[in-house]
Every structure is written in C-alpha cells, then in structure tokens.
C-alpha cells in the first residue's frame, strides 16, 4: 500500500507521512491526533467509568446476534421519491454506503428494490421449474438444487438506476442517497451451466426468460451466452440462506450486470429462440439516448466509482489545515476488474492516482485510498475509475452524448462532492 | 476447478460427473434428480401455490434486515459442558458450521467466548490508553483512532480449545459442537505498527499486554514482532461495527493466533520488556505436554481441516448407491494460507487429493471439495490439511506424541467421521 504520489504539494506516501508526525514534526503529530489526551495530562482518564467492575450479559443472550444499540441510525433508508406514486411495495431502500467499510455489505443493511413488496416463500413448498428449449424440463425443489456442487463468488449488485436521483434533481445531500442502490455480498449457489449441462440445452436455444414469484410475477429475458458464461442459482449471502428481501429461498445472479436481470423468488426458467420482452424491459430497463430512440439488450453495468469519505455524511469538519487525513472510495465494473482509480481536486481539471486496497476481484466492489493533507480551502472531488477492458468512467458531457438528458439507467458519468472552506461535502454535478 | 481425480473407483472428474449424468446415462441423470418431478408429468405442479397473487411486505418493512423466519433453527448454540462450572457468563456460543455456505460467517452467528459476559460500551465513551515503553503515551477516543488509515482482511477467528470437547469425551453428534468454536469474517482496522510508528516504540519493548474492559478484564500479552508484523485495531466486521460479542466497538486482531488473544472490549496497551503472565495465559492458554509440563507462548493455531458436509447435522440418508454428491469442508492455518487438502474414506490408509475452490486467502478459511459417487458402503471420512510453511495435520497418534492426553488447547489431529451403510454420519475418535 505505500505509495508515492505525484502531486507533492497536497500529498505525502503512507510511509512519509507517518515519518514526519511521528518524528519530525511534533505539530504534525499533534494534528492527526488532537484532541487527543495525553496519559501525562490526566492519569485517572481511564476510571471515568464502571468498565470492568460487573458482569455483562450471558453468553449467548442472542443466539442469532444484532448490532450494538448505538449503531441504530445505521440502517436502510427509503423516500418517497424512490417509489411507484407513493406505494412503497414498489419502492427502493438504500445501504448506508458512508457507514460501509471493506468490501462485504451486511445482509441486513443491502439494498432492496422490490416491484410489488416482499415475499416470504416457504422453502418447503419451493418449486423451480426449468422448461422450453431443453431435452429434459424439469420441477427442482430446493434439495434437488442444492444437491449440485456449490460456488461461491463475492459480486457487486446495483439498481441500473443508482444515481438517477441526482441526474434531473432534486440533488441529495447524502451518500445513502445518491450511490446507494448498491450493495456487495458473499453468494453461494450453482452455475446454471453446469444444470443445464444435466438438463440438455438445445441449440435453438439463444434466451433465457427468469421469472419471480412476488407479486410482481418479475420478468426478465437474458441471453444464453450470459447464462451459460457465469449465471448462477445462489440460495446463500454472506454465509446464510438469503434473506427474504433478497429472493429467499433462490435468486438469479448474473454477475456485474443490472441488479433487476437477478430476479428474485424465482420460480421459473424457460428457454426460447427469441426474448420475451417483458413489461420490465420494454417500458422500462432501456436505455433511453438523446436521439429519443432506446437501447433495449443493454445489460451490464458500466465501470464506475464514488468516494464515500468525505461525504455529506462524514465531513472534515473537524479537519485543521495541515491535517493528513484518508480519502477513500468505491469502484466497480459489470465487464470485469477495476484496474486503477484517479481522483481529482478541481473538477477534474487534473488527475492523481489512488491506491487499490484490499482484495481486487472482477464484477465486486474495489476500495480506493488517497492520503491528502487538507488545505482548508474549497475543492471540487471527483474520482474517475477505469477497468480491464478498458473502459474509463466518463464525464458528464461526454455521457450526454451518447444517452442524453432523459434517460435514468446506466448513468455512470464522474460524480463530483464540493468541499467548502470549512469542510462541510455537498453534492453538486459539474456538467462539464 | 475442474480436476481429474486419482482414485478412479469411487471418483469422477467435475467435467466426466455432468458429461455421464447429461449425455452417457439417463439412470445416473436420474440419480442426481431424483425423486424430482418432470414437467410432462405434471403440468400442474406450479399452480399449487398463490404465489404472485398477493403484495408482498413493504419495501423497507426492516431497516435492519433479519434472516427468514423459515431459518429459525440456524443459530449460535451453547452447552453447559462449555462453560465454566454451569455459568453462561463465562461460556461459549458456537456457529452452526453446518449451515455455513462460502468463508464469510455472518455476524450474527459468528462463535463467541465470554469470560465475565458480554459488555456494551457506549462508542462515545470508549477510550484506548496507549502506554508503557512508548515515546508519546496517549488516551484516543474512538474518532482519533478512526482518522488512521484502515485495513481490510478476511481472516478466520478460532478457539485454540476448540475440538476439546471431543478429545476426552463426551463426543458430540455435532459439527456444530465439535468445531463451531471457530468463523471467518471481513475485518477492518488500523494496521498496530502504523499508530506505534505514530507514537514511537521504545527499543526495549519486547512485549504488548492487551487489557478488556469487560467483567474478566481479559488481559493477554504479544510480543512485539507479531504486533508490528500484522496485529491489527479493528472496529469493523463484515462491513459494518463490530457486534457487542465481538468488542464494540474495538478489539485487537492477531491474525492466525488464538482468538483469546484478540482481546474484546480493548481499553489498554502497554509496552514492556517481559511477558505479563496474567491470569489468562498462566492457568489457561498454554499447551500442557505429554511429560507434565506446559508450553507458554504458544500462539499460532495450527494447519487444520474439518469435513462439513456430510456431518451428523447433514447426512447420506437420501442418497442411493451410485448417487454423485459433493464432499465439502474447511481449512485452515494460523501460519499463512492452505496448499492443499487430501482425503481418505478409509480411516486414513488411503488418500486423495480435494480441490480447493473460491478465495484462497492466508489465515481465512479454504473451502476444498470433491465429487463422490455413493457406494452405500460404511466410511471412516477424514481430510488432511497441509499449509505453505509445509505444516501438515498430524494424526491422533503424531499429536498425542507432542502434546499428550491431558492438555485441551491447540489440538489439531486429522478427525473422523463415520459413515454407515444408511448414510447416517457419527463423529468418533480414531486413535492410530
């Protein structure tokens, strides 16, 4: 993770900057620990409370635990603006991206989307159905399918409309708001090729149509090559069977490309020779471009990035010049690894690469890292990802040519968060 | 993950196992299906339910998501064999393994150890005394640690008892209670070595004791090369705070070494030149031999590999002669990451190779697996983990030659389970 940076005016590497609070500069030290108490100051700092001094609960006074009673403010956040006129069966609820850290968002705080609310499937009454274009269709329970050999995968989902919120305002002064349709887990399930290598595939068969049983029947058609490429049949998140919100007891994944093709509740799989063109990839799931014509068979995600520290959540308020302090972010791309991340402090005037940290793996989040040493002065951030087919992440203006103004899916244009003289984030979009 | 196996008898390759069931054999397609129902026989059969008649939950009807309430039986377990004279204070809780899908355990049902209880620490009142032969001691709140850069790591946590319980009997019909003093989980931190070059370690500090805030007061001492090599503060587990069982809202990680020493509820460090012999690392914590005496500073666990599929909680009982069904398990070492994993059907005369499959990662459980075709025939199932230091898991014998009879810590003999000519799965001791 060390690193040199270029820019050495308002940057230092890891290993300088620990150097120089550390042993050169005693104000430096003082900087990224202040308001720090020293030990000398106030040795009794430590008996201000009663730690120690009485038992805590039981052992296993939660056999299935929850997070501390302090963290309650970190939850799934919904709006109004989010829903079908109002009707929250049919709504979006967003990961507090700016609480995220690491790679793994917890299942219970991934984001949902459902299309007629949440379904609560019995697992013992679970039924699939594989049929159309195959030599032996077949009604699986959930036994059956969990009797193939098992993958698992870390992937990114996200809503083909994260974003879209911001792209015609009103602008929301909130990570949660903006980025938050999207979420990273641990999936366990089974390739679909290696059921249908079982099953027998007919070479007429060129779509696949998946289908939900909540009260949206949910519709999608994706190609076979897709499906046969890394399409799975995941009955697990993170460890545990899914949740009820993510398609419990079996959800489609087909991984790096739009969150709604992962129907949930699945209950069906037919193949045929043409698409189906379902009501959610006609009348929506198209990528609408300025020339008013829409792109139908436009799946997987674009390469894409968003710094969650500093956000409007997590300002640098508390910053003083001088301060050496963390940026950090997430980057992602539907058509494989991120390879690298830039950032830049003037609305993308000049550009400086970031560190990838952590674990690097295609179609999952990858976490970005810049020590920058805060100036107290106003900055326009953006981050700008880039992946190994060689997609880079666009600008604005460079994304209105192609999609236009209209269109809420697959915006993945440079996203920008004005830093003020006193350190406070607000999300504005630089349309140039 | 293909492979081609040595044992051709009772083996398939991956890609031989769906060419025979899909192409070759129609009995054996049905063996892996079977008793599933055809379309063609019942076109009905999907119509049974009213699923996609009804609205579903609210989109957001749980801010903080919980497992389906179909899932009620996966939960942490707990004995009053496993705590100390019948009080669930000092005790431990166990994850179920056998439910466990991928290496991520969820927070929920990660294992936990509790020595006075489970504390809960207001974040806001948490401080960390950084002390002893340190140039600059100081007291941090939870903000001043968070301003260092992080780390993120999957890394798996165990009991160095664990498997105790089968040691000197009664032996469980459980994997949960036989190995579920064990998980694996995404944490993130800062890195010890990066505050320490902060604060300036002092030449002559050769040891680190961590100091708990909770009833026991849980106190262990590290030597400074582990610090500085690896040990991390964590206030992060799979992607959100830590839980209460786990430390919220900080612990220390010493990855690979024995979960006691990753102490919970962390209020203090000090730096010294010897060893602090508390009460956790005199009377317990050290590995009694076979001649009477202890060995101290015994930290590392060891290269170590349990079968969790089949198990007592997940037997053969479905299975027909000639049924092809995957053999998984974990693996795992505390001195850097699995090679390999062989296994034997025999007891431990004969022995072949599993595939290891997924993230392969130092100190973070390895998923291994392996396609057996059922012979209905009884089975002493055994795998045999080998790490890259070149540490392979002895046999009972081998060990007991090391560490004796008595002692309960860091026992990491090859286990076995028997499989009888039903399919029914018990966990016995081989000793030789």
Known sequence: MDKTFKEESTSVSRREFFKRTASVSAVAAASILAPGTLLADDPNIMHHTKWGTSLGDECNYNPYGLPSKYEHNVVRRTSALMSSAGDMHAAISMTPLHEQQGIITPSGLHFTRTHNGVAHIDPNKFRLMIHGLVEKPIVLTLEQLKRYPSETKI??????????????????????????????????????????EDLGLKPTAKWMLAEGSDGSEMSRTLPVEKVLDDCMLVYAQNGE????????????????????????????????????????????YTALTASGKAIQHFYALET?????????????????????????????????????????????????????????LPKAWTRFSYMYKYEGKPLLLQSRSYDDSDNVQPTVNQEKAVVGVEGVYHRNAIHTWAVDAKGEVTNVQIRS
């Open 155 to 196: 992937l990114f989902l996200e809503c083909p409309s994260n974003g879209a919120a911001e792209w015609k305002g009103p602008q929301f002064g909130s990570l949660q708001f903006v980025r938050g349709m999207m979420s990273c887990s641990e999936w366990t399930g089974v390739r679909l090729s290696v059921i249908l």
């Open 241 to 284: 069977a899914l949740r009820d919100e993510q398609g419990y007891p079996v959800r489609l994944m087909a991984p790096g490309w739009e969150a709604n093709l992962c129907v949930k509740w699945l209950k069906r799989l037919e193949f045929g020779d043409k698409p189906w063109y379902a009501k959610e990839e006609t009348s929506k």
């Open 304 to 360: 894409n990035s968003v710094i969650t520290s500093p956000c409007p959540e997590k300002p640098w308020t508390d910053l003083k010049v001088g301060d050496l302090v963390e940026i950090e972010g997430l980057a992602w791309s539907g058509h494989g690894t991120v390879r690298g991340v830039d950032l830049s402090f003037d609305g993308g005037k000049n550009w400086i690469e970031a560190s990838l940290k952590g674990l690097v």
